[in-house]
């Protein structure tokens, strides 16, 4: 009776575990694949259900005029730090890049996108906010008068967030010290910036976590249901402007369920961020276009890379570049702009077919010599200076009105600065170089899905074989021999002895399928205040925090304790079998492995506790817990009898190969 009962009971368990493996894979179709878009031009049925091109643009005559033209600056992730910044070098060269940098390209906005401290500990694993960090940014904010030489719109990011309960803690120190906090302006907000006749919309989306758990666990985005109802207001409030730029901290695909957030802001002409720095130097630029057509833009740091961007809206045409800190000139072609980034549903691209002259911004800190310009391999042409920074050139579109070209620029200032630039445009919408695949990939797709299939398909190699093997026992008889086939066999041939040792086996399966539904551990996520993680989400302060990183830390704890612990008992357990006598090297061979795995462990109990403190290691199914049972299963597995599988019918009856060429191949 209970032989039959334990055997529905597992089969139980392993229809329900392909049930979550189907339910996973349709959520993968819906929230991954669907969302990678290849082009910037939305088919007539995407411009049908996102309603693409709610603003018609409106066809303009680009001539010689500075009219209907505005240009800004952004910047990301500062991470001004006590601790990491000994010299003082991130901070003096912000304060210098506001004094000089700011007079020189004279911007109507500068947009400060998040991460303006570093809010780590010394060791870079703690984390809090300190206000002497906060204080250098308003310091230079005020001291250097940008806030009389321009607009600066802040955001906060994720390390700005980190340990703040509510946006009205005393330690959120960004309502203090920075320039939208001191405004009232917490959160998400709406600017409308002026200029002349027209009008320009930017959006500040704050996505950062409420309440603001220490690090790790805080790395993803997620906007609750009031913040979306405003951004969703802010759009409606954006249709009648010249045009709309959204601006954050976090790309969308570090964004918990980013979908309703790229649809709500599918009439901007762009979304700037930060977050991701250069993904450590593997990507320098990161761009991509979202299927509703508009462009998506992260920023590479300042904190190490010293980089902002200058972006001008030109007669509703967007154009950027980015620059590096104290490298002039700054030289951007805004007409014919650069067919790579070209929006058909959002710019009005007709007006460059119609245009009278090519347009040129140059920013440069001495007074510009010379401009000129050549299309294709045609003779260099002198510009003419309008005003301000901007450079024309008299030209007759019609001669480039089919194919891609390439327009070269130059600039050269009486400083000795000198500069060039190249970019390929199309009047006839032919198509130009894609942007890097790698970039796309990584911000069109919905990072967040992809974690929760990677963690259940690893559930699913920790538990269904060794689910299988416990009550399907096949008694076929073979030999094997040193194939990769072979070598496949015996891997199940151990897996099948070790799902044979219940006291192994269900504290394995048991404890494995116990992170789907158990707390991770328990913790203080901030100071004053204990929070419950599960690998779907976090309780804290009596709100739930959606799933995101925890993911992560759940595959890094499958890959870095379950599967290699399922290896290496397997392999005592063939041994037990084989009732052989172990020499010191192959006790070393089996010792290793896990004397390796419970010393990451152990490092995983130290990070956790610096970080979220005692309780951690004593409510911590994924910290101090996996040490205690991996001790006490491979102590069991040592000193298993092995007469006992051998003397079963139900193993599988394998005859080794003792000898394959010079190689032993003993189990």
């Known amino acids: 009776m209970a032989s039959c009962a334990t055997t529905r009971l597992i089969k139980m368990l392993f229809v329900i575990l392909i049930g979550t493996f189907a339910w996973l894979a349709a959520t993968l179709a819906n929230n991954y694949v669907v969302e990678f878009h290849d082009t910037s031009i939305p088919d007539h049925s995407t411009q049908q259900k ?51 940098n700011v007079d020189i390209i004279s911007p109507a906005v500068m947009l400060l996108t998040g991460d303006i401290v570093d809010a780590k500990g010394q060791l870079n694993i703690g984390s809090q906010q300190y206000v002497e960090e ?22 906060r990011g994720n390390h700005d967030s980190f340990n703040v309960p509510t946006h009205e803690d005393q330690e959120n120190y960004f309502r ?77 695909s570090i964004m918990f369920a980013p979908s309703r957030f790229r649809h709500v802001m599918r009439s901007g002409l762009a979304y700037m961020c930060g977050h991701l720095h250069t993904l450590g130097g593997i990507i320098d630029r990161m761009y991509a276009f979202q299927k509703t057509g508009n462009l998506e833009l992260e920023l590479a740091d300042w904190k190490d890379n010293r980089r902002y961007r200058v972006v001008a809206i030109d007669h509703g045409l967007l154009s950027f570049v980015d620059a590096q800190f104290r490298k002039w ?49 045609d003779q260099w042409k002198d ?6 920074p901007l450079y024309v050139l008299a030209w007759d579109p019609r001669k480039f009105s089919t194919g891609v070209h390439t327009i070269h620029a130059t600039a050269e200032d009486e400083e000795g600065y000198h500069g060039s630039i190249s970019q390929q445009f199309s009047l006839s919408g032919s198509p130009v170089q894609q942007l890097s695949l790698l970039a796309r990939l990584l911000l069109m797709t919905n990072i967040c899905t992809l974690l929760q299939s990677v963690f259940a398909v690893l559930l699913g190699l920790t538990v269904i074989p060794l689910t299988v093997l416990k009550f399907y026992r096949p008694r076929p008889q073979f030999n094997y021999g040193c194939s990769p086939i072979s070598w ?71 890959l870095t304790f379950h599967l290699p612990m399922i290896l290496c008992l397997a392999a005592v357990i063939a041994k037990r079998y084989q009732a052989k006598f172990l020499t010191v090297g192959r006790t070393l061979c089996l010792v290793f492995p896990v004397l390796v795995v419970l010393l990451y462990k152990i490092w995983w109990c130290f990070t956790f506790y610096i970080a979220y403190g005692y309780l951690t290691l004593l409510l911590g199914p994924i910290t101090s817990w996996p040490i205690v049972l991996g001790m006490l299963l491979f102590k069991r597995a040592t000193q298993f009898d092995g007469s006992k599988l051998r003397n079963g019918e139900y193993v599988l009856n394998l005859h080794p190969v003792e000898n394959c060429g010079a190689e032993n191949t003993t189990l």
């Open 50 to 100: 996102f309603n693409v091109r709610v603003n018609n643009p409106s066809t303009y005559s680009l001539g010689a005029s500075t009219k209907n033209m505005m240009w800004f600056i952004q910047v990301s992730d500062l991470h001004f730090s006590i601790f990491h910044d000994e010299t003082g070098e991130r901070p003096r060269d912000f304060m210098a890049f506001c004094n000089e």
């Open 329 to 377: 000139p700054i030289i951007l072609i805004t007409n014919p702009k650069d067919a790579m980034f070209e929006m058909p549903y959002h710019e009005p691209l007709e007006s460059m077919l119609n245009s009278t002259h090519i347009r040129i911004l140059v920013f440069s800190p001495g007074a510009v010599k010379a401009v000129k310009v050549r299309i294709d391999n």
């Open 134 to 155: 906060w204080k250098m940014y308003g310091n230079i904010l005020n001291s250097s008068n940008v806030l009389q030489k321009t607009k600066v719109l802040d955001i």
């Open 383 to 388: 510009t003419v200076h309008v005003s301000g």
């Open 488 to 558: 496949v066999k015996v891997l199940l041939w151990r897996l099948h002895l070790l799902a044979s040792v219940n006291e192994l086996f269900y504290p394995l399966v048991l404890s494995a399928v116990f992170l789907t539904a158990g707390p991770f551990f328990v913790g203080e996520a901030m100071d004053g205040h204990i929070a419950v993680f599960f690998v779907w989400g976090i309780y804290i302060k009596g709100s739930y925090l959606p799933g995101d990183v925890t993911f992560t830390y759940g595959i890094a704890h499958l």
């Open 176 to 252: 203090k010290y920075s320039a939208q906090g001191q405004q009232g302006n917490l959160h998400s907000y709406h600017y409308i910036h002026k200029d002349g006749d027209a009008e320009y919309s930017f959006i500040a989306a704050d996505a950062t976590l409420l309440p603001g758990p220490k690090r790790p666990f805080n790395f993803f985005g997620y906007f609750q249901e009031e913040e979306m109802t405003l951004l969703e207001k802010f759009a409606e409030e954006s249709l009648s402007s010249s045009g709309t730029v959204w601006f954050g901290h976090y790309p969308t």
